[in-house]
Each structure stands twice: as C-alpha cells, then as structure tokens.
C-alpha cells in the first residue's frame, strides 16, 4: 500500500521515484504479488496503474473502475493517456454537472457535504475560465495545467462553482454559466451579493444558520447546535470541516459574521468587531 507516496515531493524527484517502482514492478524483481497506490493526482494514477478505482463518498464506495491497457513504458503527452486522463476526469464529476438545483430537484439535506474549497481559489479559477484561451468553457486537465492546482483542489473547487451556479460540469469540461460572468465581472460588492443569494439558494445549512439567527432576538447564536446538526450526519471531524466551509462562504456573501474568539455566528452588522486567526475580520 503507498497512500500519496509521491505528494510530498518535488516533481522531478516525484517522477524518478515513480519510474524506478514501474521499473522494479514490470521487471519482476519487486516481492509481492499486487500495489494499491491512493493517489489524488489522476496523471499518476493513470501512468502507473493497471486498474484505476474511483471512491465516492456518502457513502464511501466504489463508483468507477477502469482498466487500464496502455502498454508501459507510458508517455504523459501521448493521445491515450490524455485521453483516459480526461475520462477519468469525466467520471470523477460525473453527478456534479447541474448548475444549482432546478426548480423540480429534490433539495439537498441540512448535512450535505460540501467540496472543500476557498473563496480565493474558486474567484481565481472563474477568472482563468473567462480568458483565452478558454474563453469561458475548459477541458479541465487544460485548466489544471494552466492554474497549477492539484487535481483535488482543482476538482473541490470546480464542484462549489456548479453547486453555486456559477459554472457548470460536463463530460470533464467545466463552462462558465451567465450569472457566473456576471459575477466575474462585477465589482467587489457585486460579488458579495451574488455570491451571498447563491449560497442561500444552494447551501440549505447557511440558510438554516441566517434563518436561525433571524428568529433570535440578538441577532447571534452559538456554533454547538448547528454542529450537533451536522454530526447527526457525518462524523466529528468532518462536521467541523463543513461548518467551516459554509462559514467562509457565508461571510464572504455577507449571509452572517462569525466571532472566532467566542465560536458564534450573527447577522451582518457592517463592522468588523472581532479579529480572525491570520489578521482578517470577522
């Protein structure tokens, strides 16, 4: 078993290592009988295996298997790896297509999960989608390559844009949708409103929390009930996680303010009382 055996390293010496394992492997000379490589960057997986695996969660399981037939030594610029590169990409946002929710879908559960990604990182990437070469719809190992983020970040970040409506995935592609423009070439305040609607209608726990906030007469509450909430569903630690996220996100659209020193949420007030770790405001 190698679980991201190779993350941690620079790419030059990343990639050595990986040949002198594939060298070891079809050579015979390595004792064992099979590898289980876990990996979150799709090129490498793709390169080294024989047979790719693809894990969901909610419930963790096994959504997609492919098998992998490219005779080995593996070129990373040649047709079929791209093209099984892509694939793979395809399968991984398979599910994820739909630009929010339309008005016929189910709604999602107070305890959905969320992709874990920053507010930073899904702005830089909707920039990068609006500019040529894109010009607003991208094969998403082409954005990888030109944003330079890992697969996981890449992926975690495309997924909110489609839950957030303001891109939407298909077939590995991800495409940029009107009210996603709109919001790319908004001023800061533009931004913050729309963003602030869009986590509203698509997040139903940040809609929870303001509606919460908005039937209490001081205007804040404790994080402990909506953490409680979200351990019914998911385990402690990634209860935390989502709560995080959809505290980010929240702020940034100005849904709520969070006082980290005290751990609770209230409704916007305009001022910037309380300190957060690393210099921002709450």
């Known amino acids: 078993l190698m679980d991201e055996a190779f993350s941690a390293l620079d790419v030059l010496t990343g990639e050595r290592l990986r040949e002198d394992i594939l060298e070891l492997w079809t050579s015979g000379k390595m004792p064992t009988q099979a590898m289980l490589v876990v990996s979150h960057n799709i090129e490498e997986a793709v390169l080294m295996a024989d047979r790719v695996l693809i894990f969901g969660t909610d419930p963790g399981r096994i959504r997609f298997q492919l098998a992998v037939q490219i005779p080995r030594p593996r070129d990373p610029e040649s047709a079929d790896v791209r093209a099984l590169v892509d694939e793979v990409y395809a399968l991984m946002t398979a599910g994820s297509g739909r630009a929010g929710r339309g008005a016929g879908a189910a709604a999602a559960p107070l305890g959905q999960r969320l992709p874990r990604a920053d507010v930073a990182r899904m ?48 077939s590995g592609d991800l495409q940029i949708t009107p009210l ?103």
């Open 123 to 170: 702005d830089g990437l909707l920039e990068y989608l609006v500019e040529p070469p894109f010009d607003g719809r991208a094969d998403l190992p082409k954005l990888a390559e030109a944003t330079e983020l890992a697969d996981n970040e890449l992926l975690a970040a495309a997924q909110a844009l489609s839950l957030l409506g303001l891109a939407q995935l298909e």
């Open 180 to 282: 996603g423009r709109r919001y790319v070439e908004g001023a800061h305040m533009l931004r913050q409103e729309i963003f602030g609607q869009q986590v509203l209608a698509h997040v139903p726990l940040a809609a929870h929390i303001r509606h919460s906030l908005e039937q209490e007469p001081s205007g804040q509450l404790p994080e402990e009930p909506f953490l409680r909430l979200l351990s019914e569903h998911q385990a402690e630690a990634e209860a935390e996680r989502t709560l995080q996220t959809v505290v980010a996100w929240g702020r940034h659209g100005e849904v709520f303010e969070y006082d980290y020193n005290a751990g609770t949420v209230r409704l916007p007030t305009g001022e910037d009382e309380v300190e957060a770790p690393g210099g921002g405001q709450a």
